[in-house]
């Protein structure tokens, strides 16, 4: 059974969000701010965290900065009334995983928290070597969930890893964002297609000067592909 955290400073809001969650089979607990978030992640694991933003003593922008860089790469959701592309874009470069914007459909957050949990277990449930990318001073490891560059482990949110795998498992192919939407966020996904941009910018910063004979390479007005040099 999975255990979800919220955080979220409207009482009735959190009360919905665990009435909905503990009927389709969730363990959950809910807290009013960031500062108890963090608190209740000392006491026990959980397998995802849904925070809003606009919250007192600590916001949502600062908790998931916290949990990141503590080292955790537990899936992160954001909740919240903010829906201009600059708070979007906050949310994914603090290093949240998906974000949702109020007002919203119950069986939206339930889908999408299904496909997150589903993305981020997959890892442990197989031992095969199908799952690791190899090129120069790049290793993704999908089974571990791990990224190394030039030989170091790079820490990066399940999100970026499983985008980074869709575009390298197929180099020189170019993909455009609907369809990295679909083949990474999957159908259950409702969100603007700017997502991709925001985790493409991400995934450059980590992987900068790692090597000339590959990079994440922009296709003017179609999408992006993983560019190998032949």
């Not at 009735?12 to 969000?17: D, I």
């Not at 959980?46 to 600590?58: F, T, V």
């Not at 922009?218 to 032949?230: L, M, N």
Request: hydrophobic share 40%; net charge negative.
């Amino acid at each position: 059974m999975f255990k979800i955290l919220i955080a979220e400073d409207d009482r009735e809001l959190r009360q919905l969000f665990a009435h909905v969650l503990t009927k389709n089979g969730y363990t959950v607990l809910g807290v009013s701010n960031g500062e108890e978030a963090l608190a209740a992640l000392e006491q026990s694991y959980y397998d995802l965290i849904i925070s809003d933003i606009m919250m007192p003593k600590m916001d949502g922008y600062e908790l998931v900065r916290s949990i990141r860089e503590s080292g955790s790469s537990i899936p992160i959701m954001m909740i919240t009334a903010k829906d201009a592309f600059d708070d979007m874009r906050l949310g994914f470069l603090s290093g949240s995983d998906d974000y949702m914007v109020k007002p919203f459909d119950t069986k939206e957050v339930v889908a999408r928290i299904k496909a997150v949990l589903r993305r981020c277990t997959a890892s442990t449930q197989t031992e095969t070597k199908e799952g690791v990318i190899e090129f120069d001073n790049l290793r993704l490891d999908m089974n571990s969930y791990e990224l190394r560059v030039k030989g170091k482990v790079v820490e990066a949110p399940p999100k970026e890893l499983e985008l980074l795998n869709c575009l390298a498992s197929h180099p020189n192919r170019v993909y455009t964002r609907d369809q990295l939407l679909d083949e990474v966020w999957g159908f259950e996904y409702y969100g603007d297609s700017r997502t991709i941009d925001v985790h493409v910018k991400r995934l450059r910063e980590k992987l900068e000067g790692a090597s000339e004979q590959w990079n994440l390479k922009t296709v003017w007005g179609v999408g992006y592909k993983f560019e190998v040099k032949e």
